[in-house]
């Protein structure tokens, strides 16, 4: 996996490429942090996809990392 970052603002926002060595597609990550209350939000947005099937497994990469990242937040709290 290749990328480059796009935009950083600091406790706000994340966005960088994203592209898989070997292949023509280059997609957008943008991660937004948004404080609620004593909570924060994490809206994460991964897009430009070649190809159904490629948004398919991504999608899936995704709900098994962000699983696990919430997962391990609430075994902390």
Known sequence: MVGQFAELIQNKLIKYSWS?????EKTMVTVRIN???????????HEGFNSRESLD?????WDTYVFGLEKLIHSKT
């Open 20 to 24: 898989w060595e070997g292949t023509d």
């Open 35 to 45: 404080p609620i209350g004593n909570s924060t939000a994490v809206q994460l947005v």
């Open 57 to 61: 497994m991504h999608a899936d990469g």
